[in-house]
Nanobody
């Protein structure tokens, strides 16, 4: 059974960095593409970054291109999101999910969400 646990969020000043982690305690997500989404108060959950099952392909929302990097370590059953040059508008709860159908950017294709980790960027 897939069980995702996000960590690494926190409070950081604008321009700072954080690295989020998403661990699969069930050790079953290695066959799937994975993605990071975020949800700010009063807003819909939006796509941030995704990575193919073997890590060979990555894709990003325009708002984070050049600042965020997604990666995965299959040996550790963990997906990472390195976030640099953070902006106040990056403030949100960040979630990772399993891309069951390879839809990449479409929220509807994702499942097995973790509990999320809060990222707060102060100006």
């Amino acid at each position: 059974q897939v069980q995702l646990v996000e960590s690494g969020g926190g409070l950081v000043q604008a321009g700072g960095s954080l690295r989020l982690s998403c661990a699969d305690s069930g050790r079953t997500f290695s066959r799937y593409a994975m993605g990071w989404f975020r949800q700010a108060p009063g807003r819909d959950r939006e796509f941030v970054a995704g990575i193919s099952w073997n890590g060979g392909s990555t894709y990003y929302a325009d708002s984070v291109k050049g600042r965020f990097t997604i990666s995965r370590d299959k040996a550790k059953n963990t997906v990472y999101l390195q976030m640099n040059s953070l902006k106040p508008e990056d403030t949100a709860v960040y979630y990772c999910g399993v891309d069951r159908y390879g839809l990449r950017y479409d929220l509807n294709g994702y499942a097995y969400w973790g509990q999320g980790t809060q990222v707060t960027v102060s100006s």
